[in-house]
């Protein structure tokens, strides 16, 4: 979603971008039987979506700002198990396995590996962009990556998961 709204690259959403994708999504509403928006109330629409999930007023959406728009069920990595915990078990590695594999290829890559980026960083850090999420796929890579493939695979993902269990983030790091 973010990168066919973010038409001009820029690392984030700004309000025609923003209003390209409610019309995208109101759309699909359309199809489920909803009433046509005239292009007033797609702009007031627009706006208010910007008040409310533009937490640092800069009049566009950052990834992470985004990310509480189209929040997921649950960031599985939340998880209590994963908090402070050195009893992470095989069948709990096994879960996140799957839960991110989802070609089933055995391997975490691409949109599969940013989603689990995704999931990890909101761990440590509250507020981040595309490029903070780069800047992160690049170091766990660097030091998880031991084959050097550009992805995670589930020894790799068990050596990631143990830190994190290890030494979870408190909540001064997170913010």
């Not at 989603?115 to 990890?120: I, M, P, R, Y």
């Not at 031991?146 to 994190?164: A, Q």
Request: glycine share 6%; charged share 40%; aromatic share 8%.
């Amino acid at each position: 979603i973010w990168r066919e709204y973010d038409t001009d690259g820029s690392g984030f959403i700004e309000a025609d971008e923003l209003k390209n994708f409610l019309k995208d999504l109101l759309k699909e509403a359309k199809k489920e039987g909803y009433n046509p928006i005239d292009e007033d109330k797609l702009i007031e629409y627009t706006d208010t979506l910007l008040q409310i999930f533009d937490t640092n007023k800069d009049g566009k959406l950052q990834l992470s700002e985004m990310a509480k728009l189209l929040p997921v069920k649950e960031n599985f990595l939340c998880r209590s198990v994963f908090k402070g915990c050195s009893k992470l078990t095989r069948e709990d590695i096994e879960r996140v396995f799957a839960l991110y594999d989802r070609d089933r290829n055995g391997t975490i890559e691409n949109e599969e590996l940013k989603g689990f980026l995704k999931d990890l960083l909101e761990l440590v850090k509250k507020d981040y962009d595309a490029q903070d999420l780069g800047e992160f796929q690049d170091a766990i890579l660097r030091g998880c990556d031991f084959n050097r493939d550009g992805k995670i695979n589930k020894k790799e993902l068990t050596m990631i998961l143990m830190t994190l269990a290890k030494h979870p983030p408190d909540d001064e790091e997170s913010k």
